[in-house]
Structure formats: structure tokens, C-alpha cells
């Protein structure tokens, strides 16, 4: 998919999350994706997160997502770093999941003022700091 957005957006960013098996060993998802981003040509960005790192962010996830319910919880936990990161680099971050997939859609909108496009932001990502 990236490969075809990347035919009419430019400087598409790639964006990835994931965490290092016991061996210091990435994933199959974060090293496909490293694959694609250069042959592609985008500029890629990677998360990197911890067990830790999981644990802490699950109080903010379930109280955005207003339930305990833990299929909801292991996909949102993924979804709230790549939205994190993403809001790092671009504007706007729309996320929808699709059947099995999960689809992020990332722009930025002229037509939008600075200020606008930072709420939308902010309600999809609020940095608690």
C-alpha cells in the first residue's frame, strides 16, 4: 500500500512500531517495513517500545478507550505508540481500522489553520506531559 500512496504523495513518511524479542532481535513487521521504506524512498520512523514501556501507557489506553476489555486493549496499546510518533512529523494523524487491518491515514490540510489542525491532533494524541 505504501508503495502506491507513495506514487502520488510525496515525501510520504512510513511509520512503524514494535519491540525487540529477548535476542535484541526485531520483528518480522518492524524489519519488513525498514525493507519497504527504502525501496520506496520515504522518510521512516520507528518506535521501538519496551514491556515497560507497554504497562505505562495502559492507564491512559484504557481510559481513552473507557474499558478494560483486553482484546481492545493489546491492538490499542500498538496503535496509541504509532499515533505518538506520528504526531511527532505530521499535523493531522487519522486512524480507522478496516476488517483485520489497521489503516492510518496522515496528512497535512492546508485549508486547515495551524491551530485547527493542532486540535484535531491533540484529540487523537494528548502528550500527558
Avoid at 513487521?29 to 522518510?43: F, L, T, Y
Avoid at 482484546?71 to 486512524?95: G, I, N
Avoid at 481500522?97 to 493542532?118: D, W
Wanted: aromatic letters at 10%; a negative charge; proline letters at 5%.
Amino acid at each position: 500500500m505504501a508503495a502506491i500512496a507513495a506514487e502520488s504523495i510525496p515525501n510520504l513518511h512510513t511509520f512503524v512500531v514494535g519491540m525487540k524479542d529477548e535476542n535484541g532481535e526485531v520483528g518480522d513487521d518492524v524489519a519488513a517495513s525498514r525493507i519497504a521504506a527504502e525501496h520506496i524512498g520515504s522518510p521512516h520512523h520507528e518506535l521501538l517500545f519496551s514491556v515497560n514501556d507497554y504497562y505505562e501507557a495502559l492507564p491512559q489506553v484504557i481510559n481513552k478507550l473507557e474499558t478494560y476489555d483486553p482484546s481492545l486493549v493489546r491492538c490499542a496499546v500498538p496503535c496509541y505508540f504509532t499515533c505518538k510518533l506520528a504526531s511527532e512529523y505530521v499535523t493531522v494523524v487519522s486512524y480507522r481500522r478496516r476488517g483485520g487491518r489497521n489503516i492510518y491515514r496522515v496528512s497535512v490540510h492546508e485549508e486547515f489553520s495551524h491551530g485547527q489542525a493542532e486540535r484535531r491532533g491533540q484529540t487523537l494524541y494528548r502528550n500527558p506531559a
